[in-house]
């Protein structure tokens, strides 16, 4: 419950930031911030296996990526950033803030039911093993050739077209 | 409130306890100060950290001084020789340097990132130093996930790196974080599969079950490590190889290559900011060759059977002194690489024989099984061998581009 | 306020931010931060509900989380993939200037 109360408001604030700054790589490494601190919430939750799993994909990987292509592609101007989002930024609000009403109100009819067991479930390792292994065998198996045929595909997405070099002219 | 009670116990002053004697002490300390249970454990834990911090900041000062004194040797020189005798004072004034000197920020920096950037590269070498088993009983964190913790832990060097050379707000640290962050990526694969052989055999991601894995010997004297089985050797050597380029060791130290891009993501850091740097470094090798004798070298376990007598930490520290002097050897030796060969060999090189070590670590298990020991050697041996020498082959003829290089101005 | 209400609202929250993100932002890869937002706020959800939602041996929730994430990196991957070949046509990453097809 503690670890709950600490982490969530330090998420939010990430993720406002994330979905606010107007420096990208800001945003990006906020991102990131926000996402660890997803992960520490799951190890918190007692889900040890998903939060280190997390960790390691979203920022050893997704945030790598993200402030790795901002890097390629030059990011935006920030001021130009900041007169584009007083353009956007009100019809974005008009559209997620009533759909945060939406799912509060849901959310709220619904949540009162359940009644928070005091015990924590276990997740014991050799235990998501074997499911992962048996039952989900066939989504492992799409997973793999998904994941093998996104690494074939963005490596050849991103290639740059070849081009012969052209000599040096000698001065 | 349960009132703390912990008994003297002559174990303690055993040698195989020795590391964990001040952890023991300070608990019995505070319980005699009849501080409640929970403090006496906290307590306990804030000295074991202690002891492991403190070892290796020791060892870092100590290697700082054996690196430069061993490849001084190589290359015929004397090394320091001015602070002490020996030079052996040397940690210490280049420490009083690092302090004294003055802490420069860029004008263009991101000042909280520029500020970020080191303590971020330090937190995770020092994080992941908590979960190696040092010895059969000095386990500082025993996580069932030791294995995956030290990988995800890992990661966060990457974004640090990155926050380092993007904060400094110029161009050679940005250069060369981007090199840093590209090696570190791709070098990461083979890390992370060559492990994942070692985990398929001993069926857990527990570090010290691990070392346990491979205690005993075969015939009496060969040690039942990792390494001496063909896929353990194979994985092995692709991991090593892999820990250098992690490690941002030479021949692999392109992130910070002086003759190219003056210090890498570290151009703009000047005092203890970069004294940081060389620290997480420092500790990183420790880290991740700590980890590669965890998977592979048997961890604490004694090479020969009659060794066994000497307490398992120091063979745990002998082993990791040979490692390290193995990586300064080859630091002496290898010229540095050019940044598309290192790509180029990460992908195309060591990623298929880390993959192609994981069915030889089946073949083998399941040989093993039958307690079959020469037919699961003659089924893994040509697995291992032959990719190993057509690669090499290969890689030396057809793939390396160094053969079409032309040199335009330098003929 | 039970636990399992504090994680649903920062998961609604979550969400809610991801979405404005993707509606407001212009740059691509900053779009491609949002959907990442969104995609964490669904897979706290399943994780809290794992946690307090009852009784789950077969821990049907992490697992959905486990392939989340994968199809996550996955989409991250071909994402920005598709971006820097945009960026290389039109030198640039505004989602308002990739209109070619605009009649």
Redesign the interface.
Known sequence: ?IP??IL?PA??LA??G???KAR??H???L??L??SL??C??VA??????G??????????????????????R??DDDE?KV??MK??M???A???P??VM??FT??KQ?AL????AD??A?S?K??GE??FT??AP?VLA?AV??TA??I??AL??RE?SKKPE??SDS | MMLGNVEFEMAWLAPEQWPRLPQHLVEWLVALCGLPEWLVSIAGWFTSAGVVVGVFMGLFALLSLIERKTLARVQNRYGPNRAGWFGILQPVADGIKMLTKEDIVPAKADWLLHLLGPVLIVIPSILALGVIPYGQDWVPVPLELGLVFFFAVGAMTEIAVFVAGWASGSKFPMLGAMRAISQMVSYELPLIISALAVVMMSGTLSLPEIVESQGGYTLGFLPQWNLFTPWGLSAGVVFFIACIAEANRCPFDLPEGESEIVAGHMTEYSGFKYALFFIGEYLGLFAISALGITLFLGGWQSPLPIFDFLPSWLWFFAKLAVVIFIFLWIRATFPRVRIDQLMRFAWLCLIPIALLSLPTAAIWHYANKANNDIVAWIATMPLVLIPWVVLTVLFNRRLSPATTRTYHFAE | MNPIAISLTASAILFALGLFAVLSRRNAILVLVGIELMLNAANLNFIAFWRWGGADAALSGPLFVLFSIAIAAAEAAVGLAIILMAFRHTRSNDLNRLDSLHG
Do not use: K
């Open positions: 419950m709950l109360l969530t998420i939010l993720a406002i994330a979905a606010w990208p790589v945003a990006a490494l991102l990131a926000c996402l997803v992960g919430l799951y939750m007692g889900a040890h296996f998903i280190l799993v997390q960790f390691s994909v979203y920022v050893g990987a997704v945030a790598i990526l993200i402030v790795f292509s901002l890097l390629i592609t990011p935006s950033e584009r989002r956007t930024g019809p974005a609000l559209c997620s803030l759909l945060l799912l509060g959310m709220f949540s359940l009644e928070a067991p924590e479930p997740m390792l235990v998501l499911i992962l039952d989900y989504a997973m998904l994941l996104v690494m595909g963005a997405f991103a077209p000599p040096p």
